[in-house]
């Protein structure tokens, strides 16, 4: 037992749980020493429980020696996550979720005090005032330091500024299944790296010579690091049209890196249309 994640049973769930919930959130893991997921889940949870200092109680129960409780609670397959608020249930997952997936489960039940600066820093960013959003950001900071999403936002605001130093420092110590935003956003870096020259002096290579496709190739990486997406892809897609065999099809290749950094979704759909039809 630990100072924030405890075993609970049948005889003891009212007062760890029900009334403990009451104070601040439960997370009732069910598992069984026989089941292989729960050993991967079972440390996540601990950690996190650790990590979050208190913000809620991690109650394990084991569903072989408390299958009324099992029953009770309608446990199906283990593992089975189950949290509760003020003595009720209120949110429930089950298998052995990565932890960027458990973290964002926690986050749902613990509001945390940074949420507010964070919704204002997103709007400053919004309008395009990033030195208000990143004002708002480190105010989060101080009232959350341990504050993953707060990171991951001041992250991308530096990648908007081209501040890419600060950017990767803010990423360096954060694991890709930490959140989902954490590869796209190391991956934005990985653009803006093979960025080379500033956006004004790549527009006025292409000024002088539309056919400078090393010039147009940093651009589309400079504006994709920028998150401007589309603007990026259709330099891509102009190289592709131009010239497939410069640099043995980087900007096929470059593009279809886009779509892995994108993911599913309607914009990757449309250019991955609008490619096939340039390869035609």
């Known amino acids: 037992m630990s100072e924030h994640a405890l075993d609970v049973g049948l005889a003891d769930f009212t007062q760890w749980v029900l009334e403990e ?20 889940l079972k440390p996540v949870l601990e950690k996190l429980a650790a990590e979050y200092g208190g913000k809620f109680l991690l109650a394990k129960v084991n569903s072989d020696d408390n299958q009324e409780l099992a029953a009770r609670y309608g446990v199906r397959g283990i593992p089975s996550v189950k949290a509760f608020i003020d003595g009720q249930q209120v949110d429930e997952f089950s298998g052995a979720l990565p932890e960027g997936e458990v973290r964002a489960f926690l986050d749902r039940l613990i509001p945390s005090p940074a949420e507010a600066l964070r919704e204002q820093a997103a709007d400053a960013r919004a309008r395009g ?22 990171r991951l936002d001041a992250a991308e605001n530096m990648l908007d500024l081209g ?41 006025a290579r292409l000024a002088a010579n539309e056919n400078d496709h090393g010039a147009r190739l940093q651009l ?36 279809l890196s886009v779509f892995n950094l994108l993911g599913p979704g309607e914009l990757v759909s449309r250019y991955r249309r609008l490619l096939a039809s340039a390869l035609n």
């Open 163 to 203: 501040e890419a130093d600060e950017a990767s420092r803010l990423l360096a110590s954060v694991p890709d299944d930490a959140d989902p935003r954490v590869a796209q956003l190391k991956a934005r870096l990985r653009f803006t790296g093979a960025a080379g020259e500033d956006e004004n002096a790549l527009r």
């Open 21 to 40: 919930s009451k104070r601040r959130p439960v997370v009732v893991d069910f598992w069984a020493p026989w089941c292989g997921p729960c050993k991967s």
């Open 220 to 255: 589309a990486n400079l504006l994709v690091a920028a998150g401007q997406y589309e603007a990026g892809m259709d330099a891509l897609l102009e190289i592709v049209r131009r010239d497939r065999s410069f640099e043995d099809d980087v900007g096929r290749k470059t593009l």
């Open 129 to 150: 005032d990033s030195a208000a959003a990143l004002e708002r950001l480190a105010e989060a900071s101080r009232l959350d330091p341990a504050h993953l999403g707060v």
